[in-house]
């Protein structure tokens, strides 16, 4: 197994099992061998009648399971854009207007809090989705998101009398539902990726996991477009603008019967778990119980469970101090760190403030802000159509080395402002920006802790490394007025050495996950 030899043979990413029954073995770009004499041929030399197209197969059961999993990416979605377009009415209302540095810094609390929440349920979800399955801890993450935006809703009640109540009753609502919400959002980040992985094939892991970023970024759009003053963003409809997040969650419920619990999941649970995974993987692949691939992928998951043991009493102390999965979270961290630090959430939640700082008007601004959220939908639907045909690592060179690019042209924009050259220059950078993010950098560190980890690691491994990424997160929020203030048009300078860096280490350390089985790529990362 160990044979350097092997690795450049033309069967380099055959997997390393041998199953009884088994007389197919998936060789490369995407064929499959027909039968025992074609897998040990060189793929080069094979002829056609000895290989078989692999299909791509969503099925009725995977569409529906996919779409009801990404429900909580909506709210999380929502719930992280719609604290900016109404912010004006909401800070009226709470009695903490703008225009003053101490408002300001309590407004800044309640739109911050949520990531300290977030950084709460990430810890929490990992234990829950192991001890209780990943749908159950899917389905009471969607509840509390009720709780947070009932809170949030609410704080408009107690009102403001005399137009000022800094740390009034309203404030206090508000920051307990942003709390709760940011609880809900953090544990969303684990359980969704966690629960697509699981659930999805090879094939089309990579396009299903993207769903989660591209739903995040749908919701986002609208969250915006919903706040706008003319829409719902007024001091009378802004708290059914903040109830909106319940929608996604009562269809959640309505539907919960077609969200199965995860095959690997059920796996861990012993023998009774094996055949009710049977039974899930059946409907999911739409294939009957006999068939060979559908053998192969149980058997695949038992083996691995075997392998790892248990996870009831496996804890992040336990993971940092496994050496089997060391590799796959230093890959996992390192990218959650990096998407953070490459200053993305400083362009959606600073924008405003760098760009008017450093002489953009208020036009250009506006169709800054504009383009940013379409081209961020734009770039997750390229995302989910490359993700499976492109690969992992090229999609990671290639956003990172674009996002510099954006980087550059920022800068040179913002530190040349009046210029006739300059709107034009600004509005192309963060387009190309927040496009290049999303193609690569803004899913992929979502989708890799479901790829990296073991299943019966996955959970708390996924915990570690979204609780990682939101620190990252209220750590850049906290520190780049800093940076903005003392490197005015250079602010994002740093950020691009960040991704610079970022490049060198996937070009040496990140391994190819596409197509791939889960215990392949595993076992890859042990040799």
């Known amino acids: 197994m160990s044979d350097p030899g092997f690795k450049s043979s033309p069967l380099e990413d055959l997997p390393l099992l041998a199953l009884p029954g088994i007389d197919t073995r998936v060789l490369k770009h995407r064929k499959m061998g027909i039968n025992?004499?074609?897998?040990?041929?060189?793929?080069?030399?094979?002829?056609?009648?000895s290989l078989v197209n692999i299909e791509t197969k969503f099925t009725r059961s995977l569409v529906v399971a996919t779409l009801l999993?990404?429900?909580?990416?909506?709210?999380?979605?929502?719930?992280?854009?719609?604290?900016?377009?109404?912010?004006?009415?909401?800070?009226n209302d709470l009695g903490i207007p703008i225009?003053?540095?101490?408002?300001?810094?309590?407004?800044?609390?309640?739109?911050?809090?949520?990531?300290?929440?977030?950084?709460?349920?990430?810890?929490?979800?990992?234990?829950?989705?192991?001890?209780?399955?990943?749908?159950?801890?899917?389905?009471?993450?969607?509840?509390?998101?009720?709780?947070?935006?009932?809170?949030?809703?609410?704080?408009?009640?107690?009102?403001?009398?005399h137009g000022y109540c800094r740390l009034g009753l309203g404030v206090v609502l508000m920051v307990t539902g942003r709390a709760i919400s940011g609880a809900a959002s953090g544990a969303t980040t684990v359980l969704v990726p966690m629960y697509l992985g699981e659930v999805s094939p090879p094939e089309l892991r990579g396009m299903l996991g993207t769903g989660f970023?591209?739903?995040?970024?749908?919701?986002?759009?609208?969250?915006?477009?919903?706040?706008?003053?003319?829409?719902?963003?007024?001091?009378?409809?802004?708290?059914?603008?903040?109830?909106?997040?319940?929608?996604?969650?009562?269809?959640l419920f309505l539907l919960q019967a077609y969200l199965p619990e995860t095959p690997r999941w059920l796996v861990s649970r012993g023998p009774q778990g094996v055949d009710d995974a049977k039974v899930v993987l059946s409907s999911l692949r739409n294939m009957f119980d006999g068939e060979p691939k559908l053998k192969e992928e149980l058997l695949?998951?038992?083996?691995?469970?075997?392998?790892?043991?248990?996870?009831?009493r496996y804890g992040g102390f336990d993971l940092l101090r496994d050496r089997t999965v060391r590799r796959g979270l230093i890959i996992?961290?390192?990218?959650?760190?990096?998407?953070?630090?490459?200053?993305?959430?400083?362009?959606?939640?600073?924008?405003?403030?760098?760009?008017?700082?450093?002489?953009?008007?208020?036009?250009?601004?506006?169709?800054?802000?504009?383009?940013?959220?379409?081209?961020n939908v734009m770039a997750g639907l390229l995302s989910a159509y490359l993700m499976d045909s492109a690969g992992r690592r090229i999609l990671l060179l290639s956003s990172s080395g674009f996002m510099v690019v954006g980087i550059v042209m920022l800068t040179a924009a913002l530190t040349c402002p009046g210029q006739?050259?300059?709107?034009?220059?600004?509005?192309?950078?963060?387009?190309?920006?927040?496009?290049?993010?999303?193609?690569?950098?803004?899913?992929?560190?979502?989708?890799?802790?479901?790829?990296?980890?073991p299943s019966n690691r996955s959970a708390v491994g996924s915990s570690i490394v979204a609780s990682i990424n939101w620190f990252a997160n209220f750590l850049v929020g906290q520190t780049f007025p800093f940076f903005?203030?003392?490197?005015?048009?250079?602010?994002?300078?740093?950020?691009?050495?960040?991704?610079?860096?970022?490049?060198?280490?996937?070009?040496?350390?990140?391994?190819?996950?596409?197509?791939k089985a889960l215990e392949q790529i595993f076992k890859e990362l042990n040799e």
């Open 69 to 91: 999993a990404c429900c909580p990416a909506l709210q999380y979605g929502y719930n992280n854009a719609n604290m900016n377009t109404a912010a004006v009415v909401m800070r």
């Open 300 to 312: 695949a998951m038992q083996e691995a469970s075997s392998k790892t043991g248990s996870s009831e």
């Open 484 to 515: 903005s203030n003392w490197l005015s048009g250079y602010c994002f300078i740093p950020s691009a050495f960040v991704l610079l860096g970022f490049i060198v280490f996937v070009h040496r350390r990140v391994p190819e996950t596409r197509g």
């Open 420 to 453: 006739e050259w300059t709107a034009p220059m600004a509005i192309s950078a963060v387009v190309l920006f927040i496009m290049s993010f999303g193609i690569g950098m803004g899913p992929i560190p979502w989708l890799f802790p479901a790829e990296l980890f």
């Open 213 to 251: 970023q591209l739903m995040c970024c749908i919701a986002m759009l609208v969250a915006q477009v919903l706040g706008l003053p003319f829409v719902l963003g007024s001091d009378r409809l802004w708290p059914i603008y903040m109830l909106l997040v319940i929608v996604p969650a009562l269809f």
């Open 332 to 375: 996992c961290s390192v990218t959650a760190m990096v998407q953070q630090f490459s200053g993305i959430n400083n362009v959606f939640n600073y924008s405003t403030a760098f760009l008017s700082q450093n002489g953009m008007s208020m036009d250009t601004i506006t169709i800054i802000t504009v383009l940013m959220n379409v081209g």
């Open 99 to 161: 225009f003053n540095l101490d408002n300001d810094a309590v407004w800044g609390f309640c739109v911050s809090v949520f990531c300290l929440g977030a950084l709460v349920g990430c810890t929490v979800s990992g234990g829950v989705a192991d001890r209780f399955g990943r749908k159950r801890a899917i389905l009471m993450n969607s509840a509390i998101y009720i709780l947070g935006a009932l809170l949030e809703a609410s704080s408009k009640l107690p009102g403001c009398p």
């Open 36 to 49: 025992y004499d074609t897998i040990s041929e060189p793929f080069s030399e094979m002829d056609d009648m």
